[in-house]
């Protein structure tokens, strides 16, 4: 019992802390629309479950242990975190020169992808997810209640961001900061650049 309680405490402690994760969903229910933040959040679920399993199945252990393997994860996210952020730089206000308002289209896949590989690319899910079963969850522990443990992480990840998602598409909420296009689509670019810096600079150290 004691070992479920830390298991979900630091899950949820863990999931509403702000990251690359928050800032994709938020832009693109914003930006895009609902169906896409929260298919973004579907992607971070299913990010999530690559986390764990590979943990499961001992490769946490290695990546953990490994130096060089740790800097390598680090620097691939640290690159798609730059190229997101970059991207959206250079897309910022592109929809301004049109007096409509109407969200840009986004197919399913991409959305999905979007949430995916920003999820999957995160190291610091990655210590996250290793930490927790290396450290809180017991090494005797049925490998089922183990896999119930992961399926929990990631369902938390798709609620909580589906959260994010129908909060920031609220017609009345929505309605006001689509005015703010340029804006956030710059704000939310630098943030993903900043994010990717760090992780670049902590992966130098």
């Keep these: 019992m004691t070992e479920l309680l830390a298991v979900v405490t630091i899950t949820l402690l863990a999931v509403i802390s702000p990251g690359p994760d928050f800032a994709m969903v938020s832009r693109n229910s914003l930006l895009l629309s609902r169906r896409a933040g929260v298919l973004t959040a579907v992607g971070i679920g299913a990010g999530v479950l690559i986390h764990v399993s590979y943990t499961l199945i001992g490769v946490g252990v290695l990546i953990q242990q490994s130096l060089w393997l740790f800097t390598l994860l680090k620097s691939i996210g640290a690159a798609y975190l730059i190229y997101l952020g970059v991207s959206m730089l250079r897309n910022a206000g592109a929809s301004e020169a049109s007096s409509s308002c109407t969200p840009a289209a986004v197919s399913d896949i991409a959305a999905l992808k979007t949430g995916f590989l920003t999820n999957v690319l995160n190291p610091k899910t990655t210590i996250f997810i290793v930490s927790l ?5 017991n090494p005797q522990t049925p490998l089922s209640v183990q896999i119930g443990y992961g399926m929990f992480i990631s369902l938390a990840h798709i609620l909580w961001f589906t959260a994010v998602a129908l909060l920031f598409s609220a017609p009345g ?5 689509m005015r703010l ?6 704000a939310f670019g630098g943030l ?14």
């Design 133 to 137: 079963f290396m450290q809180v969850v």
């Design 173 to 177: 909420i929505n309605a006001r900061l």
């Design 181 to 186: 296009r340029k804006a956030i689509d710059s």
């Design 192 to 205: 993903l650049i900043a994010f990717g810096a760090l992780l670049a600079m902590s992966g130098i150290k």
